[in-house]
């Protein structure tokens, strides 16, 4: 099995209007998972035709204290989670939290790279929902994005070492320097690059899918949502568009076609 992301997960301060935020823009179902709680209230389990592919929590009381920002978060499948974790501390990365068992899930991690971005990675329980994916990602994701501070080719050793991606191909974006397309298998799965200036670490972004760029856009704007950038044309001739919801937290959309 080649590590891909199986999993994708809202961190927010308001659980309620974020279902209904992502519901309507997006057309995601949500529903509490029946054994698994957090300590703010259920955790809740985002579907897309039928099939679980991420969940949403709401802080806690403590977690809106100390300022914690609104985030979304990707889990990389992997064999053993806890090897995994010693071979991301040997690599100059951090484990912030586990490795822990989560019921009805499986054993989790929470690291960042050397840059700072955040990710999880996760051996599923048998079980669990969704199970692993042969895929690269889940289709209610279409891309990966890492922008990094260690330069796209550090951040690139450090996740090839780390899950076996290869490098599919390269493209000189001028100052903004190179961006290279990564993937798993000879599939695609995203891209890295340099971190902009005006982001204060490195992080990933997550491109989630929906039909018609256009369209998906003007239902961010009019549920309480902000369009950041785009929509525009990317060069594998998708359209994307990049966000924030209401409460602040980041994502991107993909679509085929306006």
């Known amino acids: 099995m080649t590590p ?27 529903a509490p998972h029946p054994s698994s709680t957090t300590d703010s209230g259920p955790y809740i389990v985002l579907s897309r035709d039928g099939r679980g592919f991420g969940g949403l929590f709401e802080f806690t009381e403590d977690m809106k204290a100390n300022g914690m920002p609104p985030m979304w978060n990707g889990y990389i499948a992997v064999a053993d ?7 991301i501390k040997a690599a100059g990365g951090t484990i912030h939290m586990g490795p822990q068992d989560i019921a009805g899930a499986g054993r989790i991690a929470m690291a960042a790279d050397p840059g700072g971005a955040l990710f999880y990675v996760m051996t599923p329980d048998p079980g669990s929902v969704p199970p692993p994916s042969p895929e690269p990602h889940s289709p209610a994701c279409g891309w990966h994005e890492l922008y990094t501070s260690q330069g796209q080719q550090g951040g690139f050793d450090f996740y090839s070492g ?16 190179i ?17 902009p200036d005006a982001l204060p670490k490195s992080t990933w972004g997550y491109y989630f899918t929906v039909d018609g760029i256009d369209a998906a856009a003007e239902r961010v704007a ?15 001739g998708s359209f994307v568009v990049q966000c924030a919801d209401p409460q602040g937290a980041v994502f991107s959309l ?3 076609n306006r």
């Open 4 to 30: 891909s992301f199986i999993w994708y997960e809202l961190m927010t301060p308001d659980r309620e209007a974020a279902i209904r935020f992502y519901s309507a823009v997006v057309g995601w179902t949500a």
């Open 81 to 87: 989670a806890d090897a995994t974790a010693e071979k």
């Open 162 to 177: 780390l899950f076996g991606w290869e490098t599919l191909s390269e493209m000189d974006m001028g100052p903004m320097g």
């Open 179 to 195: 961006y290279r397309v990564f993937g798993a298998n000879g599939e695609r799965m995203g891209g890295m690059m340099d971190k």
């Open 222 to 236: 009019a549920n309480g949502g902000a369009v950041r950038m785009g929509p525009m044309e990317v060069p594998d």
């Open 254 to 256: 993909v679509s085929r």
